[in-house]
């Protein structure tokens, strides 16, 4: 049968891989988590939530008899405004915007304190039961926000209006005072402002027509204060501005003159530079009678000496004598040249001097002149511009005058119009059918909702608070080891309640409990290969954790496999084996061995199963934890690795001692059995970080003691494992068999 219930292998280590390569999985709630705890807490949560109920119906009944309410209703239509044809026929639609802004600016008014203070001053409403019943005028006025209420009616011109009341009639009264109220109110308010408007309109034309006045005066002002005669010539020209572009011309001309007058000067005094004197200089030193008589003298004189050097040679006297006079000639003509050219160029200068001064002269004369015309036409361009302007102000001013006629007559036409009220009565307050507070539905749907959030709310605070390992996904969030089996709480299983639930896998071997240490030795199979796990340590966070069951059970459905294995019972302080399993011999066990008294075959005894022997603690020792360190507990755990194919030591706990430790650290494996109901979460993790820093090989989890939970994979186990064996295996379950 251990084949027909055991695991794969596959699963298994997908399982450790999961829980190991991923810690912080299951940190929140997943929906399976929450439909667990509605499930465990459906009678906590249905019975609040009909306290809930019950109460919202008794509440809902007291109102009824003590505080009812009747609500009467009323419409008001905002009549908007509509512009006529040109021959008066028909109107264009107002736009929806205009409508909504229209529809919620009457609704804040009708809802703002003061207009229901002036409904509270009506005589009619305060001869009501309403008014009377309140004795103070705050108290009134804050019962009334609450009972009066106008709301815009989306994408129309209507305003609903509502008014409750403990009786229907004075409900419907304050209704219709309200309205007749607000309709009057807004008459008035439309007379009133047509008349301020009219009066404000004419005022303004009253301003208007005083600053066309002025404006008029300013321009006769303007004309005759002109001090030039024909100050305003055609074109719009002044006879200023006409002597003034005269006076431009000349001032143009003169400085044209004076730039040309220097520009020859600088020329002159380039060409004396580079040439001595200028060209005109050199045309009249060329017209003067001694420089002409120079020069014909010396050609004559040239001409004869070239006849003498032919006829007699260049070295003779007379040739000498010519070259002589031609010299003198010479120097005479060049020295004369050079007077006549300083001179005229003297005179040339100073006469170009002389035009620059008399030109600068009249060209500062004009200058003045400029000025004292240009002063006289800025003058006049003021009075130009003041002209223009105020012609205008008078064009603009008798525009404005035009529009505040229109808006004038236009004001006058509509203090005549019967349509200059916006609003009008569409209904008044209806008589209320039926009563509007309080409503069962309401009151019971509160209570529901109430009764509901309040029972959830308490339901997940004790899950929460609950802090526990109770269910193998508590482990995987919380411990992240992987979990090796789930035991169930055997107290719920009615076929063993009247044996030793230690070696109820012996006792009754077809028991669902049976089937559940099986399937914890099955999945022992799959963390390692046999020669890998041939030592295994049962140990737990405290004592009454079932780790002693788990080791007695877990060795005997070893056996049944066909393994030989040896029980060992390592807790020397709380022993438990010689109790499962009496024996009449001198006491003697494992202490006995550790310490040298005797051998293992001394203290070795069998169970009375087939494949199992066990060794009980023996007397406890002075100092165990020293007996576990020492080479004689490594020698005797390595003599019975070669004998037996597991062996099993049902430890002492690792948070009350520190014997467990030491001895996890020379077994093969470790597994820690954790109480579902007695185990708190933080016991459990301190067990396993003390466990895991001591670098032990943990194997896994055992969650014992797990009740099934209404809905749970217990209770389904329960209903389906003896479904699956049939009634008649179930029946010699049942009776022991």
């Not at 208007?208 to 719009?236: C, F, H």
């Not at 009764?451 to 339901?459: D, E, F, I, K, R």
């Amino acid at each position: 049968m251990a084949t027909q219930i055991s695991l794969p292998a596959t699963r298994i280590q997908a399982s450790q891989r999961q829980s190991i390569a991923s810690p912080a999985m299951g940190a929140g709630l997943t929906y399976k988590d929450v439909l667990g705890i509605l499930r465990r807490r459906m009678w906590l949560i249905i019975i609040i939530t009909a306290v809930f109920v019950v109460l919202s119906v008794a509440l809902w009944g007291i109102f009824l008899v003590y505080s009812p309410e009747y609500t009467s209703v009323g419409f008001i239509r905002c009549k908007m405004p509509t512009q006529k044809g040109a021959f008066g026929m028909g109107g264009v639609i107002p736009r929806k915007d205009v409508i909504a802004m229209a529809t919620a600016s009457n609704a804040e008014l009708l809802n703002s304190d003061s207009f229901l203070g002036r409904i509270l001053e009506r005589t009619k409403v305060q001869d009501t039961e309403w008014y009377k019943s309140r004795e103070e005028l705050e108290e009134r006025l804050e019962d009334m926000q609450e009972s009066f209420a106008a709301v815009s009616m989306r994408d129309r011109e209507f305003v609903k209006l509502r008014m409750r009341a403990a009786s229907k009639k004075e409900a419907k009264d304050i209704l219709d005072e309200a309205l007749i109220l607000f309709q009057r109110q807004i008459e008035e308010s439309a007379t009133d402002s047509l008349r301020k408007s009219l009066a404000a309109l004419t005022a303004q034309r009253r301003d208007v027509d005083a600053k066309i006045r002025t404006s008029q005066n300013k321009l006769v002002d303007l004309t005759q204060r002109a001090e030039a005669p024909g100050w305003m010539t055609g074109g719009g020209r002044t006879v200023v501005l006409q002597e003034l572009s005269l006076l431009q011309g000349e001032r143009l001309r003169l400085e044209s003159e004076i730039q040309q007058l220097r520009i020859y000067g600088a020329q002159l005094q380039q060409d004396q530079t580079s040439q001595g004197y200028s060209s005109t200089v050199r045309m009249a030193i060329e017209q003067d009678p001694m420089v002409n008589g120079y020069r014909s003298q010396v050609a004559n004189l040239v001409q004869q000496h070239d006849m003498l050097i032919k006829r007699l040679g260049p070295e003779h006297r007379q040739v000498q004598d010519i070259q002589s006079t031609i010299d003198s000639s010479q120097a005479q003509l060049s020295s004369r040249e050079q007077m006549l050219g300083q001179q005229y160029g003297s005179q040339e200068t100073e006469a170009i001097n002389r035009q620059i001064v008399s030109l600068m002269e009249q060209l500062k004369g004009i200058n003045t002149k400029y000025e004292e015309v240009s002063s006289r036409q800025r003058d006049l361009d003021q009075k130009l511009m003041s002209y223009a302007v105020s012609q205008e102000d008078i064009n603009n001013l008798n525009r404005q005058l035009e529009i505040i006629e229109r808006e004038i007559q236009s004001v006058s036409v509509k203090m005549n119009d019967p349509d200059r009220v916006s609003v009008e009565i569409a209904q008044y307050g209806s008589d209320p059918l039926e009563i509007s507070f309080p409503k069962p539905l309401p009151f019971v749907m509160c209570g529901l909702i109430l009764g509901l959030a309040v029972s959830l709310g308490l339901a997940f605070l004790l899950e929460f608070m609950n802090d526990s390992v109770q269910t193998p996904r508590d482990v995987l969030r919380h411990l992240h080891i992987p979990l090796l089996g789930t035991i169930p709480l055997y107290e719920q299983e009615e076929e063993t309640e009247k044996i030793s639930i230690e070696k109820v896998a012996m006792i009754r071997p077809h028991a669902l409990i049976s089937e559940f240490y099986r399937k914890l030795r099955t999945n022992l199979f799959f963390i390692a290969p046999p020669a890998d796990l041939k030592t295994i340590l049962i140990t737990s966070s405290s004592a009454d954790c079932g780790k002693t069951t788990t080791a007695v059970n877990l060795s005997i459905t070893l056996s049944a496999e066909g393994k030989h294995v040896l029980l060992v019972d390592a807790n020397f302080r709380r022993s438990s084996l010689n109790r499962l399993f009496p024996t009449e011999g001198p006491g003697q066990g494992l202490s006995n061995i550790l310490v040298g008294q005797a051998t293992v075959a001394d203290v070795i005894r069998s169970s009375g199963i087939e494949g199992l022997d066990l060794i009980d603690c023996g007397p406890l020792p002075p100092n165990p934890a020293n007996l576990f360190s020492g080479k004689c507990m490594r020698d005797f755990l390595e003599s019975q690795k070669q004998c037996y194919d597991y062996v099993i030591l049902d430890g002492p706990p690792s948070l009350l001692v520190t014997d467990a430790n030491i001895i996890a650290s020379q077994m093969d494996g470790t597994i820690a059995v954790v109480h579902a109901e007695h185990t708190m979460r933080g016991m459990a993790q301190r067990m396993i970080r003390e466990l895991k820093s001591d670098r032990i090989r943990l194997l896994g989890i055992v969650l014992n003691a797990v009740r099934p939970r209404k809905g749970g994979y217990f209770e389904k186990s329960y209903q389906s494992y003896y479904e699956y064996i049939g009634a008649e295996q179930a029946e010699a379950v049942e009776s022991g068999e």
